[in-house]
């Protein structure tokens, strides 16, 4: 009979998960990784050699990878956990997308990879030390006990230069020997070969034929290479303006970095406690909402998941990884989630209180439950979930009877009961040494320590806050009264004001996964370039219409919450544009306002690129309107950030909300 294969993690000490290209740096441990990657991709069952359709080795690629989406089968593992789908989930796999378990629930994901890959490379290592003598002399076995799984840092700047890196590009990959030499060997980061088809989505049946995972396949019905290059301009292509003879350059990693550096502007401290996990519920999806349930800020920053969507997209274009029912078989999948874990791990450090517990608090003071409405493997869609709910189909070490729940999953501080063996490196501000580190306990009621910690992950992805006021003040002399109602300074403090549009994107309005991209409007009809300055993904079943669930939530609204932050720079551009009789008019921030509304066209399009609807005067004027139930529906907002441009370890302070209505008309959009 089949036993249970429990997530306990790797019990060698807490050691650090290396961004990718800094574990490549240490040429033995790589080499660990990449060969122990390499025999989990090949992994068959061994009892059956002779039947390649049977596997049910718990630590292949073909189960860790299925566990996210199709076959939907059990995964073996836990042979003793449900065999079958849930018949009312909208959902057939295991994970949790647009709930409040998202991050938890991925969390124990990556604990079975890891688990799984640290494993082999040990006895690989070991294998080796016996065999060879300088393989001991250098340690192999230790390196590999000190392996953890990689992330991929897409938050890097970097990231525009490069897309998606060279060596998750390359076919074959060199990797060191014990004694010096090296070896080329297959690239397990490049892709997996099925060795099984895991089957069809229907929508993308093309992708129940592809022998392999693909990342913006050449042909969708017949793929031969990637094209890498269209992978580098999602990240890379967005606009470039010019103020005043200054460059402006706006590109996807930058409203990216930006998304990511909203997650820090999560007030720390509430009036009322007891309303934590209202901000939990905020943070951890893009579904968070609830009837009768107030947001426990003027406006809610941006959730975990938004910035986890979009990377979805621009790494798999028309490939895998932009249709969740494929997207766990590629290997990039679980280098960009332990990028996610890392963002949570130190947003969970800063903000200790906020928490799942029982779910949202309403403004009556009652509990109402999270719900997730897709439903999962063995969960009914819109069942309610906490703290306690088992993370199927993930077991504990305990006798392998007991699931793991997200209070199991809870911190990496050093002190916390249930070690997970790993951390990451610290976040430190350069200008002021402070450093953050996600392992180390510190007093989470000493307000000043946690303002200095927020300041140092805010600015790790924020724009630069003085280049961004210098610019306002460079740009003074010819708008000095526009200038005023955009940045104030006093007693050495700048108080600049941000403008931002919070968005609901009905989840189910086009078959599979799509964006809204925000872009600047033409001078004219004429103009064909596209100056895109900030978009919202949505990462959405392949086809939605054969699945009641998910056609009932389409009909009751289902949405999915976004944030698009406007570069302060493009305000200042704005006005400039303005010709002499027009900018006297702009006199108050109301009057900002109305020109801020009719500068912005949108589009809606799929991951490669293709347009679906569009709202924008001069194009798609004879084309059928987009019904209202498919249309987004978005706001604006500004509120003023305040800082000490002098004083490095003073804190930030967000504050002055204004939400200044309904952004764009919902009833202009036409479909193409």
């Not at 999270?370 to 189909?393: K, R």
């Not at 805010?458 to 740009?475: I, M």
Request: glycine fraction near 6%; proline fraction near 8%.
């Amino acid at each position: 009979m089949a036993q249970p294969y429990p997530i306990v993690g790797v019990d060698t000490g807490v050691q650090p998960r290396l961004e990718l290209r800094d574990l490549q740096a240490n040429p033995i441990q790589f080499s660990l990784f990449i060969q122990a990657l390499n025999k989990i991709h090949n992994m068959r069952n061994t009892e059956n050699e002779d039947s390649p359709d049977y596997i049910n080795k718990p630590n292949s690629w073909w189960q860790i990878g299925a566990i996210h989406g199709l076959p939907y089968n059990p995964w073996s593992g836990d042979p003793n956990g449900p065999q079958n789908p849930d018949p009312n989930a909208a959902w057939e796999g295991y994970c949790y997308h647009g709930s409040a378990l998202f991050p938890t629930w991925h969390r124990v994901l990556l604990l079975l990879v890891e688990q799984a890959v640290v494993n082999e490379a040990i006895a690989i290592a070991s294998q080796l030390e016996a065999q060879n003598p300088t393989a001991k002399d250098e340690n192999w076995l230790q390196s590999a006990k000190n392996l953890r799984f990689p992330f991929w840092d897409w938050t890097k700047l970097e990231t525009a230069n490069e897309g998606i890196p060279q060596l998750l590009q390359d076919p074959t990959i060199q990797i060191a020997n014990p004694g010096g030499s090296n070896t080329q060997v297959p690239n397990p980061l490049n892709h997996y070969r099925y060795t099984l088809k895991p089957g069809v989505a229907e929508g993308v049946e093309y992708m129940g034929d592809w022998d392999r995972t693909y990342r913006w396949a050449n042909n969708s019905e017949r793929p031969t290479k990637e094209m890498y290059d269209q992978a580098l301009k999602a990240f890379s292509v967005g606009t470039t303006l010019y103020l005043y003879g200054s460059e402006i350059q706006l590109q996807p990693v930058s409203w990216l970095r930006g998304k990511v550096a909203g997650l820090f502007t999560y007030d720390l401290t509430l009036n009322d406690p007891s309303y934590g996990p209202n901000m939990w519920g905020y943070f951890s999806n893009v579904g968070a909402k609830s009837a009768g349930v107030d947001p426990p800020m003027p406006t809610m920053p941006p959730s975990l998941e938004e910035s986890h969507n979009m990377v979805h997209l621009d790494t798999g274009g028309n490939g895998s990884m932009s249709v969740n029912e494929y997207a766990g078989f590629d290997p990039i999948f679980f280098l960009h989630h332990c990028n996610v874990d890392r963002l949570y791990a130190f947003w969970e450090y800063l903000y200790p209180k906020y928490w799942i517990e029982e779910g949202w608090k309403s403004k009556t003071g009652e509990i109402v439950p999270f719900v997730t409405t897709q439903g999962s493997f063995y969960q009914d869609a819109n069942a309610p979930v906490d703290h306690t709910t088992p993370l199927v189909p993930f077991r504990t070490d305990s006798d392998a009877s007991d699931y793991w729940t997200s209070d199991n999953t809870r911190s990496l501080l050093e002190t916390n009961p249930v070690n997970k063996y790993y951390t990451y490196p610290g976040i430190k501000d350069p200008k002021t040494g402070t450093e953050v580190k996600v392992d180390v306990p510190y007093d989470v009621n000493n307000l000043s320590l946690r303002e200095q910690y927020q300041q140092v992950l805010y600015n790790e992805w924020s724009q630069d806050l003085r280049a961004v006021v210098q610019t306002h003040r460079d740009v003074s002399g010819k708008l000095p009264k526009h200038v005023n109602l955009l940045l104030k300074e006093d007693n050495e403090a700048s108080h600049l004001r941000h403008f931002f549009i919070t968005g609901d994107l009905p989840e189910f309005a086009f078959p599979g996964s799509y964006r809204l991209e925000l872009y600047l409007l033409p001078k004219d009809a004429k103009q064909a370039a596209v100056h895109v300055v900030n978009s919202i993904s949505v990462l959405g079943r392949a086809n939605p219409d054969n699945c009641p669930a998910c056609r009932d939530r389409r009909t009751a609204g289902s949405q999915v919450r976004g944030h698009m932050h406007l570069d302060p720079r493009v305000i200042l551009y704005l006005l400039s544009q303005l010709d002499a009789t027009q900018l006297p008019a702009i006199t108050d921030l109301d009057r900002l306002t109305v020109l801020i509304q009719g500068s912005f066209g949108m589009r809606l399009v799929k991951p490669n690129g293709t347009r679906l609807a569009v709202a924008d005067p001069y194009t798609g004027a004879n084309n059928e309107p987009l019904e209202d139930a498919r249309a987004p529906q978005l706001t604006l907002h500004s509120h003023v950030v305040s800082f000490k441009p002098a004083d490095t370890t003073a804190p930030l302070k967000f504050h002055q909300t204004v939400t200044h209505g309904a952004f764009g008309d919902q009833s202009g959009w036409k479909t193409i």
